[in-house]
């Protein structure tokens, strides 16, 4: 199982980016997927998570502004960024929990990181 992290890049405060990941490989089901975010010298934290049913979640910090959603079909995970801040500066990952197939439980995957940069 592979996750593959686009859509990173550097934007102007009050701008938008689009981040997308797409898992591939044995893929049997996918349960919760979601996006974290480390700043330098700050901790990861969650940005966003999606349940398979479509539940979501966002850091307080983001309400409002990051709009989850994920394609069941392409197995894909976006994370819609608008009136992005200085603050929202980080490498952004997403994970997928994956059940490979009919034998095995789910694991976590990793995409690797995109980098999201927001200049005032």
């Known amino acids: ?14 701008g938008s980016l689009r981040l997308s990941c797409a898992v ?7 349960d919760d997927m979601g996006w974290y975010r480390q700043a330098p010298g700050k ?12 539940i979501t979640n966002y850091a ?23 009136s992005l801040k200085p603050e929202d500066t980080a490498v952004y990952s997403c994970y997928a929990k994956v059940r490979a197939d009919f034998y095995t439980d789910y694991n976590i995957y990793w995409g690797q990181g995109t980098q999201v940069t927001v200049s005032s």
């Open 60 to 82: 307080n910090s983001v309400k409002g502004r990051f709009t989850i959603s994920r394609d069941n079909a392409k197995n894909t995970l976006y994370l819609q960024m608008n």
């Open 1 to 14: 199982v592979q996750l593959q992290a686009f859509g990173g890049g550097s934007v102007q405060a009050g």
């Open 24 to 30: 591939s490989g044995s893929i049997f089901s996918i």
């Open 43 to 54: 901790q990861r934290e969650l940005v966003a998570g999606m349940t398979a049913g479509g």
